[in-house]
């Protein structure tokens, strides 16, 4: 079975300053998907990037970028320019490129952004 | 045009009765899945539904909890002789097609007592 883990239940950082969130992951599968979620208080899970297994080129989605490291099942996430609106939980998760369509979610970091 | 709704946003109820959530997910969505987040967890994923049908069922916990899509749409989660251990945040989602981007709801937070 595939598990996420995401080991740093909180971190912090200053506002303007740069941030990474770790994620690793352990799958026997070729075909998947990573994905990063943003949690704010309202609930309502956000997808922050996607990477897909099989491209080489880490994804970049403005602020967000990714490290995915597909040998070492080692996905982390880099939030450039911290804006105060970045506080939130985050969530690293996973999708098997096979028969479902199921995402599997690590535990969370919680973000905390100072002024 | 809106997003993913659930109601209630809360549901408050004793041990042992039956509760139902419900989900509308965003109009023309084909797939739709639920999944629970208990406090201080990643949500953890329930059932998926193409169409009418359910794809995946693979993380309903056990017969107590049963989720129908009668029309492709609307689709309700169903819980018989709730446990204090049902307690949790029920986040909904839908996407346009399987393997598309998942579009959250702000989840139905339940309380058993």
């Known amino acids: 079975a595939q598990t996420v883990t995401q080991s740093q239940p909180e971190m912090s950082v200053q506002e303007a300053e740069t941030v990474t969130l770790s994620c690793t992951y352990d799958t026997s599968e070729s075909d998947y998907y990573l994905f990063w979620y943003k949690q704010p208080p309202s609930r309502q899970m956000i997808l922050v990037i996607r990477?897909?297994?099989?491209?080489?080129q880490n994804a970049t989605e403005n602020r967000f970028s990714v490290n995915f490291q597909k040998a070492a099942k080692s996905f982390s996430l880099k939030i450039s320019d911290s804006q105060l609106g970045d506080a939130a939980m985050y969530f690293c998760a996973y999708r098997s490129g096979y028969n479902t369509d199921k995402l599997i979610f690590g535990t969370g970091t919680r973000l905390q952004v100072f002024p | 045009g809106a997003g993913v709704s659930q109601t209630p946003s809360n549901k408050v109820t004793e041990k042992g009765k039956y509760v139902e959530l419900r989900c509308d997910p965003i109009s023309g969505h084909t797939a739709l899945y639920w999944y629970r987040q208990s406090l201080g967890q990643g949500p953890e994923f329930l059932i998926y539904?193409?169409?009418?049908?359910?794809?995946?069922d693979s993380g309903l916990p056990n017969d107590r909890f049963f989720a129908v899509r009668p029309e492709g749409s609307v689709s309700t989660l169903k819980i018989q002789r709730t446990e204090r251990g049902d307690s949790a945040v029920y986040l909904c989602a839908s996407s346009q097609f399987p393997g598309a981007e998942q579009f959250f709801g702000p989840g139905t937070r339940l309380t058993v007592l």
């Open positions: 539904f193409q169409g009418t049908g359910a794809a995946d």
């Open positions: 990477q897909e297994a099989y491209k080489q």
